[in-house]
């Protein structure tokens, strides 16, 4: 019988994002209930040995070393192969993976290859009497849906933000090399265009301030971009604006684009379409800044502004930047 959790961890660009470590704290929630063992899976390219010292010193048991030069630049099907292998050798029943782009696409083929029940962008997990729980937001975050597993094995993808990072712990863990052959690769990496320098990426950011038709035009976004800088937030934007080509795809909040669930969300002239609303109801403080005082954002915001985005954020940019200063 299946049994233990893994927690599945890879570097994005030679880095290991700091959400990774939520799959280790999500990963503790239900060994320490059901009594079993948590290990982690570090799959790269290279570094492997120093990412997964860092991992071991964070609670799990066991780091499983899954490392090959083919695993350089992400790919679902290169990863999925080793990784399926090393669950079924260990006999892991649970798989829980962060909620990036790479994520969900490693986390459904993990799925298919494991006929392994899948929850996506869970924010509450729970075990008892051995009967495992997962908790995420149904139809644009206006309900909460619990979810119970049916099968021997399950994939969870973790919302980011959702769980506390796994802190560094007295004991490490022990670091053991698994089979790192990859699987067979059907696409074919070409290259990548990184964000631009400084630029906080919008699904793990703790902050984020977005930007809606209520700017007026592209040239609003100038604004934004200084409003994130002085609050070290990233920069989002509404469906709409994107459509317009008034700012890249990638700043695309909502059910067509990037779910968050940061600390902050300031929308700026966002009236709060419900795939937008979808994309970031979930967000702990939402501010909101439009001349419509009865849109649906306004009504949903913690802190609701009426007025024109163009007139209050210059000022609101210059007290943050004078107070800072101080």
Known sequence: MAKGTL???FPSRGILQPSAYEALAAGKTLAGPLGEPLD???IAGSK???????????????????????????????????????????????????????????????SAALNAGIAADVWGLAAEGGRVTAKRSVYGGNLIGEFAFGSE?????IQPLSFERAQPQGSPGQVVTADSAPGAVRARFVSFEPQPA?????????????????????????????????????VGASRAVVDSG?????HQVGLTGRTVRPKLYVACGISGQIQHLAGMSSAANIVAINTDPDCPMMKMASIAVPGDVNEIIPPLIAELKKRKGA
Not at 153 to 157: F, K, S, T
């Open 7 to 9: 927690a599945v961890l």
């Open 40 to 42: 982690a899976a570090i």
């Open 48 to 110: 492997g040995a120093e990412f997964a010292k860092d991992v071991a010193a964070r609670g799990p048991g066991r780091v499983h070393l899954i490392e090959n030069p083919a695993f350089e630049n992400f790919s679902d099907e290169a990863y999925a192969a080793p990784l399926k292998r090393l669950i079924e050798k260990e006999g892991y029943a649970r798989v829980v993976v962060v909620s990036t782009i790479n994520g969900r696409l490693l986390a459904a083929r993990l």
């Open 153 to 157: 094995r399950q994939v969870m993808l």
């Open 198 to 234: 400084g630029e906080i990426d919008l699904g793990s950011a703790e902050r984020v301030v977005s930007g809606g038709r209520g700017l007026g035009s592209a040239d609003g976004f100038k604004m934004i971009r200084e409003l994130a800088q002085v609050l070290g937030a990233a």
């Open 246 to 250: 008034w700012i890249p795809y990638r």
